[in-house]
Structure formats: C-alpha cells, structure tokens
T-cell receptor, first 112, second 114 residues
Framework: GAGVSQSPRYKVAKRGQDVALRCDPI?????LFWYQQALGQGPEFLTY????????KSGLPSDRFFAERPEGSVSTLKIQRTQQEDSAVYLC??????????FGQGTRLTVV | AQSVTQPDIHITVSEGASLELRCNYS??????LFWYVQSPGQGLQLLLK??????LVQGIKGFEAEFKRSQSSFNLRKPSVHWSDAAEYFC????????????FGAGTRLFVKA
C-alpha cells in the first residue's frame, strides 16, 4: 500500500478485556516496529520484526503484551487482560532496513 | 545505554522568527539521527535524517539540522517559522542491536504566536 495502515484507529476496552491491534506495513518493507506513546510523551519502543522473525522484544512492558508477524507482512499486537495503564496510542512503523521508519497514524487505546 | 534528550518541553516563537530545537544523544557508535514532526492526531512524519557525510542536512518544509559529534548534538533549525509549523517535534537515534531500531526523545512542543 501507499503507507502504513493501522486498525482500528480507536479502541475502547473494558479493564480485563483482550485487544488486538493490526498493522499493515508498506509493501516490501522487511522491518516492522511497534511503539507505545503515552499522552505527552515520545514513542517508546516495544518490539521489532525483520520479516517474520521477532528480533527484539525488550520493550514489551509485561507478558500480557504479545506481537506476531507470521508471514512477514501484517502484524498484530495483542494485549491480554488490559489495564488502565495500557491506555496509550500504539504506533506501527515499517522500514526497508537500516533507514528511516515510516509511521502509521496509530491506534488510540482507552481502557475504562 | 542509548538515549535521546530534548531539553525543552515546549518553545514559543513568533511567526517569522528563527527557531532552534535542541537534541543531545547518547550512543557509543556513529549514530543515525532523525527529526520527526507530529501534528495532533497524526502519525510521525520524517523531516530529515543524518547517516553520514555532510554534517549539515536539509529537510522538508525548510528545516535543517547540524550534527556535531563533539557535542553529541543534532539541533533542528528553521530561519523563519510559519504558523503551520506548530506541532510536536521528536529527535531520534537509530541504533544497531541485533537489527536496527529507533529511540525517540520525549519531544518538544512548538507554539507559534502571531
């Protein structure tokens, strides 16, 4: 596609509910990143894929967070048993490799 | 550990005035450096990048940045600010760690007054 596409744009979840956030990267981009951006903060790195391999998941805040990219294209970030502190904008980005990342518009998650 | 510091949480400039946003990084190797801009409700847009070569890099929308290795800095500048430049600006460093990932600063919010 023309750019990185994320869905849904907005998600409201009740505390304890599981959510799944989708990212469609730019076609041909081997690298895919997930970031969490709290209100008034910069994006915080969560995890990184090169094709289908998850090379770095050091930023995932707890074992409730899980990401996958099974065919090296679309990626899903899953959050289990959501908590209020999970409320944030989740940004997905893709790149060709050692180059700049192109970002989607993000998914705003609100946990109530 | 790798980090990016943007000392100014917010800056206010008059339209037509010059702008400089500060950025310092901490990284042991030669960094890849970026400036991104984020308007409300939008994703991040790349303004410019430095990988190697000329330390003064030009970007979109009339922005430029200068890499100073001795000061570990990568400050963003614009000679004349327009009202549409009001946004959040993020400095970032790209690092190699079993792959390549980008670490962001906390951002500087720019306000433009008429």
């Amino acid at each position: 596609g023309a750019g990185v596409s994320q869905s849904p744009r907005y998600k409201v979840a009740k505390r304890g509910q599981d959510v799944a956030l989708r990212c469609d990267p730019i076609s041909g981009h081997v690298s895919l990143f997930w970031y969490q951006q709290a209100l008034g903060q910069g994006p915080e790195f969560l995890t990184y894929f090169q094709n289908e391999a998850q090379l770095d998941k050091s930023g995932l805040p707890s074992d409730r967070f899980f990401a996958e990219r099974p065919e090296g294209s679309v990626s899903t970030l899953k959050i289990q048993r959501t908590q209020q502190e999970d409320s944030a904008v989740y940004l997905c980005a893709s790149s060709l490799g050692d180059s700049e990342a192109f970002f989607g518009q993000g998914t705003r998650l609100t946990v109530v | 550990a790798q980090s990016v510091t943007q000392p100014d949480i917010h800056i206010t400039v008059s339209e037509g005035a010059s702008l400089e946003l500060r950025c310092n990084y901490s990284y042991g190797a030669t960094p890849y450096l970026f400036w991104y801009v984020q308007s409300p409700g939008q994703g991040l847009q790349l303004l410019l990048k430095y990988f190697s070569g000329d330390t003064l890099v030009q970007g979109i929308k009339g922005f430029e940045a200068e890499f100073k290795r001795s000061q570990s800095s990568f400050n963003l500048r614009k000679p004349s600010v327009h009202w549409s430049d009001a946004a959040e600006y993020f400095c970032a460093v790209g690092i190699h760690t079993g792959g390549f990932k980008t670490i962001f600063g906390a951002g500087t919010r720019l306000f433009v007054k008429a």
